[in-house]
């Protein structure tokens, strides 16, 4: 018998007929005699529908009442869910975040989670119920209703399970797991049934939107085994462990992820002086702009080359700065390009193996991708190309580094 | 300056540009340098969506589970009120029952009120805030959310207006104030500027449903000054006081209330001796149907001779019932009519003034009008009367006490 947390999304929620499968796989478990503890978010479109209302009334509400607001949804959710676990037979709770109580900080629309009272919990699941909580949301000191921000559920999810000390915690989405890639770009895109926090985080920044990088790194921090699976189809899922593969033949890589929505600019020819660096990211990040890659070499003459991406969003914008800032240093030349593409390879084995770097750009190379720049972590190599080629490098990595699996039918 | 009470019902925050309305009126309070306590309903038509959903899942979901729904649709519209209040330039904050707290017992769906901690509102009042309030619900001493019941948001706005020691409860509807009669029945029917508690709760409960029982009882109760006013159009409404008529010429009849949806039963020639009352009204009760009207005559061959009246609705059931009571009594016959109504003169000045009575019956008979059933309490004279007389004699009555007004342009 373990303690099970268990997350369903809005769009695993989103119509009562959905609720009510949702209850039905909770049944399942209870009747394998696990405790469970759910959390859910607000119906798909709740939310939206909600932050419509607002918008109708007032272009920036404070960040307090949109709380008030929109963390109603989650709430109704909970209730129903336990409606439905009811007529089953299954004793079944609902608790909102003061509720627990999910105590954060007071920042309003993106609060943090500062502790969890279990007591309540722990006595119900003694008690015998099912505890459905709303995720998304808690409580400040002084009783103010705060919500976590995007994602904010599976960071319910994964707190409430290091707090109760959950044996798992289980996120159930509309994909089935974690793939080695997107199996809308490659057709034999394999289903990883481990990958560690590490490389979960790497997948997931670089554009396998599965799960929030915050709550894997919390689930990281905490220790908490964390599973990604299904609503709507039977299967195992991913797990996600702090144990860099168990099995000895694990693969090296554990995927390709890839990027489309990037955008290139470089400064040339600035004069070599210390702070160039500082100078020209700092403007850029002063004005809220996200940057990702950071590339910088000493050119032969004597003057550096800084190239760094930003979301292809932003690029008019970056481009208006970096021009500002290129003058000021005297650099030679600002270029930018939209029409590029970041493909990565990421896995917590490269850090012992040598050679996965020039297997890399050799499968590109064979491929005829011309390589524009170059970045690496202990677990991760990035390359940005044009994006015309994303497909065939990231087709051609798959199968470089052995990934594929059985290709699908469609 | 004052601190004024104001509760506005469903209706009147029924869309987005009614919020906005409502909003512009707090304004104008507050411009008048009056402290404000604001109490909103849901918007009409949430709550009966969200127990739609309710009903999709299960017939009879738990009463804590229906409470933890519902009570979000109170809550949308405070955030929604208070960013109307902000965008105007006026401070404004929300409050769910849990954060004023409005502590009730633990009777979901129908919960009492216990007890309001009002340091936080006055704290805020003190700071310059609007202060906006959910009605309707409460927390228990567990922290679980309750809500009062039908009509409970009038109740929450007293309840406030008690706690705080407001100068003034108000509570905005969709009428002007309180009428010496259905205005749909009788075109002159005349706004009353002023009506006592005692003469509130019997045209309440007579059929003119402005304001729900509870809260005027509350009022009543606890002297808090009550006004019924509309949301849509300006006026002073009716106030609700405990004075009887501070003017001299107060009229001795304040109205005339009707009732057009019970049904009548007698059970006849029931052998007299004690207890015949408390057995047949004993069965009746115990099967959930409410009486209304109760008359008991000993007729001239020593038996008794029972009316009463319930809703038309439990018509059938009430007779089933009674006709195994008459069995087993040995009484001589069960009639019923469903063709009946009620029609009641309303007034404190009746205690004083003999002849209103008399008056009343005269009334009638010169209408031809036959009277099947009288009662009487200290303030009100109620007759039932074949339900197709029913106009004729409301606005004959109406006339004869002289409050007809100015008939209304239509």
Same mark, same amino acid.
Not at 109 to 119: G, L, P, V
């Given at each position: 018998m373990s303690l099970i947390v268990q997350k369903f999304g809005g769009t695993s929620v989103g119509t009562v007929e959905r609720i009510?499968?949702?209850a039905e796989k909770i049944a399942t478990f209870r009747d394998q005699g696990h405790d469970i503890v759910v959390v859910v978010s607000a119906m798909s479109g709740e939310t939206n529908r909600l932050i419509g209302l607002a918008s109708e009334i007032q272009e920036h509400p404070t960040a307090r009442e949109m709380d008030v607001?929109? #963390?109603t949804g989650e709430q109704v959710t909970t209730a129903l869910l336990s409606m439905a676990l009811n007529k089953r037979g299954y004793a079944a709770k609902s608790y909102n975040g003061?509720?627990?109580r999910i105590l954060t900080d007071a920042t309003h629309?993106?609060?943090?989670?500062?502790?969890?009272?279990?007591?309540n919990i722990h006595a119900d699941l003694k008690a015998g119920s099912v505890v459905v909580v709303a995720g998304f949301q808690g409580v400040d000191e002084k009783g103010n209703i705060t919500t976590l921000g995007r994602g904010g559920s599976d960071t319910t999810a994964v707190a409430l399970a290091a707090a109760l000390k959950a044996d798992e915690c289980q996120i159930y989405t509309d994909v089935d797991g974690v793939y080695t890639t997107d199996p809308r770009v490659v057709? #034999?895109?394999r289903r990883l049934d481990k990958i560690t926090f590490e490389e979960m985080l790497e997948m997931a920044s670089l554009g396998s939107k599965v799960l929030q990088i915050r709550a894997v790194e919390f689930a990281g921090k905490y220790k908490v085994p964390l599973r990604v699976l299904s609503s709507f189809k039977e299967?195992?899922?991913t797990l996600i462990t702090l144990e860099e593969g168990s099995q000895m033949e694990s693969p090296v890589v554990a995927g390709i992820a890839f990027q489309r929505d990037e955008a290139k600019l470089s400064i040339l020819g600035v004069p070599d002086s210390p702070g160039v660096a500082s100078k020209v990211l700092g403007a850029i990040s002063s004005a809220n702009i996200e940057i990702d890659v950071i590339v910088q070499n000493v050119a032969a003459d004597k003057t550096n080359d800084l190239t760094f991406t930003v979301h292809k969003n932003d690029l008019a914008k970056a481009a208006a700065i970096l021009n500002d800032v290129a003058k000021e240093l005297g650099a030679r030349e600002v270029i930018t390009d939209d029409k590029i593409c970041k493909v990565s390879i990421v896995g917590v084995g490269m850090r012992s193996h040598a050679g996965i770097a020039?297997?890399?750009f050799a499968c590109l190379a064979e491929l005829s991708i011309n390589i524009q720049l170059i970045t690496t972590s202990e677990i991760k190599i990035s390359v940005v190309i044009d994006e015309k080629y994303m497909e065939l490098a990231v087709r051609g990595l798959h199968s470089a580094f052995e990934l594929d699996g059985e290709p699908k039918v469609a």
């Open positions: 009510e499968a949702v607001l929109v #963390s003061r509720q627990v629309t993106k609060a943090r989670i500062k502790k969890i009272d279990d007591e057709d #034999s895109a299967g195992p899922g020039s297997k890399m």
